[in-house]
């Protein structure tokens, strides 16, 4: 039976309202049933190893509920096996860690722009969670980058270098190697503008390294080698740029970070402060006492009695240094005593 253009527009025109209102209700069903969802869970809850729900996956891809359904009762290890992979893998693109290994950095909050910290910059900072007793500031604060003396607190030196690699308004945590829970947390919420070290006038270099010289006295002289060696290594990172032969403040910078390394227990590395006054001032007498008393605690002991000997010949009267020699001359003894001791029993 034909029907005529008319009918058919009319049935046509009928049927599009029709088409509308059960497209409007599938769309509406989908909706509730997405919202219905349980959340996607947190980074946080990832990082903790927590499986999360299967029904978040299917929240995070609507438009396949009906494949994400069949896995859930056809192939549920499956799933279960690739939820505990998400769970366990680290988003690397967070995580920051320190050239020298120190830390670990977890951005939170990813700040804005490319700009970041830089020496004489003063940030304005909201810090979280440092140990009771640090010595480290709780809450707001404006720290300024290579000066003061928050810098040489227990967490100091780490902090700085977790506030140089941040940007504007980023919220970070501060994880030690080996430690799950986070040491601190730090938000770099404004800075001024700083200037890299080779933006420096030579004068400015050295009279920041001088300030930083006065400091690293002051601390060892109260006790603290840790904070003095810090100072005096970044006294010595400032001048160092300069061209040579820079200042010969160098040379007592060495010397005194020499004696922080070996009360510090560092010998290799006070030998080469050493070594580094020596190039500079050969008869420099404590560099060559500091130097003897190095090589002797590495077992050294012919280096360590040439460097007290030549001590000793310039000044003969130097207690520290006859009785550093005495005891290299008794660990001589000692050695050369097991050593026969160890020939007679090979030829026994």
Known sequence: METSPVSAMKEKDTAQPRQREENAQRNLDATVQFRQQPPVPTPEALELGVRPDPASRIAETPQKVEHSEAGLEGDTDQLHVSTNETAERPQACDLWYCPDGSFVKKIVVRGHGLDKPKLGSRCRVLALGFPFGSGMPEGWTELTIGIGQWREKTWGELTEKCLESMCQGEEAEIHLPGSSAPLANLRLDSFTK???????????????????????????????????????????????????????????????????????????????????????????????????????????????????????????????????????????????????????????
């Open 194 to 348: 700083g200037r890299d070290s080779w933006e420096l006038a030579a004068m400015e270099k050295e009279a920041l390294a001088k300030e930083e010289h006065m400091r690293g006295t002051e601390l060892f002289r109260a006790g603290d080698p840790k904070g003095a060696a810090r100072c005096y290594g970044g006294a010595l990172r400032l001048l160092l740029t300069l061209p040579p032969p820079g200042p010969p403040e160098q040379t007592i910078l060495y010397a005194n970070l020499a004696a922080c390394q070996l009360l510090l227990g560092q010998p290799q590395l006070a030998a080469q402060s050493c070594d580094r006054v020596l190039e500079r001032e050969p008869g420099h007498l404590k560099a060559l006492y500091r130097r003897g008393v190095a090589q002797a605690a590495l077992g050294n002991l012919e280096k360590a009695t040439a460097d007290l000997k030549k001590v000793l010949a310039a000044d003969p009267q130097n207690r520290a240094a006859q009785e550093e020699l005495g005891k290299v001359v008794i660990e001589g003894k000692k050695q050369d005593a097991g050593l026969a001791r160890g020939l007679r029993k090979m030829f026994c």
